[in-house]
């Protein structure tokens, strides 16, 4: 199976695909989130909790500084040390990053969790890598609002999305991800959840928010 990895940067417009296929393995790491207890005179145990633990996808791969058609994908290749500083940049980046994987049809966002680099013997001029992505979740935290008098109450902030007159259709095309309609309607790529999480939008699109197709109709919210 032939493997091609994208790493897309929407904050500063760069679209990278690695240069070499993942050598030996490729890695994708998931696990249900428990909790041991101690139970008096019965011993420990394992109690599921509610939640999906972050997922973790590793490989090795290699930045040749000359191209070689036996392993290139292709030939127009950016300096081994330019792309290295470029993904120590990302490593320190608040903003996700969207990694497609071809051939595991995995396309999500992402932040590096760890990076290295190594030079070999032989090859100085090439760059051996290690990279591990965490996927990307948005945490959203209920604030409580404090009124001054003694009988005031304590509402809960609603977070979800307003789906009232206000909001509008867009009509979904071809290259179209939920991070792109978001930042062009709603002005950042993170708030696509508030577009996703609309029931007829989610109804529209299925479990899965990185795969939506051309033609489908999903409601935006205002502003």
């Not at 120590?88 to 969207?98: G, N, S």
């Not at 001054?148 to 509008?168: F, G, W, Y």
């Not at 979904?172 to 577009?195: H, N, P, Q």
Request: proline fraction near 4%.
């Amino acid at each position: 199976m032939v493997i091609d990895i994208y790493l897309k940067n929407e904050k500063e417009k760069i679209d990278f695909h690695f240069p070499v296929t993942p050598q030996d393995s490729l890695s994708i790491k998931k696990e249900k989130r428990f909790e041991t207890v101690d139970i008096v005179n019965l011993g420990e145990f394992d109690i599921k909790k509610e939640g999906e633990k972050i997922r973790e996808i590793s490989f090795k791969t290699f930045l040749p500084f000359q191209y070689d058609v036996s392993y290139c994908r292709y030939s127009e290749l950016k300096n081994p040390t330019e792309t290295v500083a470029m993904l120590e940049k990302w490593v320190d980046q608040a903003e996700p990053l969207r990694l497609i994987m071809t051939g595991f049809g995995y396309n999500g966002l992402v932040t590096i969790s760890s990076f290295s680099n190594t030079q070999t013997a032989g090859r100085e001029e090439d760059r051996d890598i290690e990279i591990t992505f965490r996927t990307y979740r948005e945490l959203k935290i209920e604030t409580l609002k404090k009124e001054t008098k003694s009988n005031a109450k304590t509402d809960l902030k609603d977070n979800r999305p307003n789906t009232q007159s206000s909001s509008k259709t867009y009509t979904v095309t071809s290259a179209d991800t939920l991070w792109s309609i978001a930042k062009k309607f709603l002005g950042k790529g993170s708030r696509w959840t508030e577009i996703y999480n609309i029931p007829e939008n989610k109804k529209v699109i299925g479990k899965n928010p990185n795969v939506i197709k051309k033609g489908q109709k999903l409601v935006i919210p205002s502003k």
